[in-house]
């Protein structure tokens, strides 16, 4: 009787491109997004029809959706006003980057710079129109910092469907969704991620939603912002968490555990 040994495990498959999203992730909020909300309902009336305590409760909850999205919610489906509103967010976030300028999350480039050299693709992905994408990328001087950025409008929808992660996937040439990671700092993002069948998905702290909300979401780690990237498998090899780790199979005989792949060096308003 000759005895066939069990296929040996797979490896995760190497990762060749980053999906990083912006407000709260590589860019810093504080609070710009809320006040951006807060004056487009001031000129437009677009949460008219509810509690501004609960207008400001859903669009905490949807931070990382089309805004557009967000906005036709609060209007209760009244495309019109829904669109009205976007274009005064759009206006009142321009105000806000004007007046108090726009900063990264510490550390945000670096870690950008880092994951290209390790040849892997970064692409930014955001719930905001292109005119605010490229006025914060102009404000930071990112416009080639990555491979692509794109907005919904790029896409076909927002998050949480996965259409941004799957374009920038496209944008990029990159090979398959499994060799696609996705960061963000909100439950959208990490839906996002999932829907996409990304093979790395991972939370961030430094933006709207808390450890709770970003694991209940489905993600694979919860990092305290993004400068963490360094200690996962992005950027080392060896650092694959338990819950990442393929699992034991029976051998009839020990094999060794096939080692990650050097090529990643160390895919989500």
């Known amino acids: ?71 036709t919610h609060l209007a209760g489906g009244d495309l019109e006003l829904a669109h009205e509103a976007n274009t005064a967010f759009e206006t009142a976030y321009g105000e806000l980057v004007a007046e108090h300028g726009v900063e990264e999350i510490p550390g945000a ?67 398959s969704v499994d060799r696609v990671a996705v960061i963000g700092d909100t439950a959208s993002d990490i839906a996002s991620g999932r829907r996409a069948g990304a093979g790395f998905v991972a939370g961030v702290l430094s933006g709207a939603h808390d450890r709770a909300t970003l694991e209940a979401a489905g993600a694979d780690e919860v990092l305290e912002d993004v400068t963490a990237l360094r200690a996962t498998r992005l950027l080392l090899p060896t650092a694959v968490s338990p819950a990442l780790s393929p699992a034991p199979q029976p051998q009839p005989q020990p094999v060794e555990s096939p080692v990650l792949s050097s090529q990643i060096g160390a895919s989500a308003s």
């Open 109 to 175: 480039a670096d870690v950008i710079a880092e994951l290209r050299d390790a040849g892997l693709k970064v692409a930014l992905t955001t719930g905001f129109a292109p005119a605010t994408r490229d006025a914060i990328l102009d404000g930071l001087g990112w416009q080639y910092l990555v491979d692509v950025a794109l907005s919904p409008i790029d896409a076909g929808r927002g998050r949480p469907a996965p259409d941004l992660v799957l374009t920038a996937l496209m944008r990029t040439d990159s090979h």
């Open 1 to 71: 009787m000759t005895l066939h040994p069990a296929p040996a495990v797979s490896a995760l498959a190497p990762i060749e491109l980053v999906v990083l999203d912006m407000a709260g992730t590589t860019v810093l909020d504080d609070g710009v997004v809320e006040l951006a909300f807060t004056r487009a309902n001031e000129r437009t009336g677009v949460a008219a029809n509810m509690p501004w305590d609960d207008a400001l409760n859903y669009v905490r909850r949807t931070m990382g959706q089309s805004k557009i999205d967000v906005f």
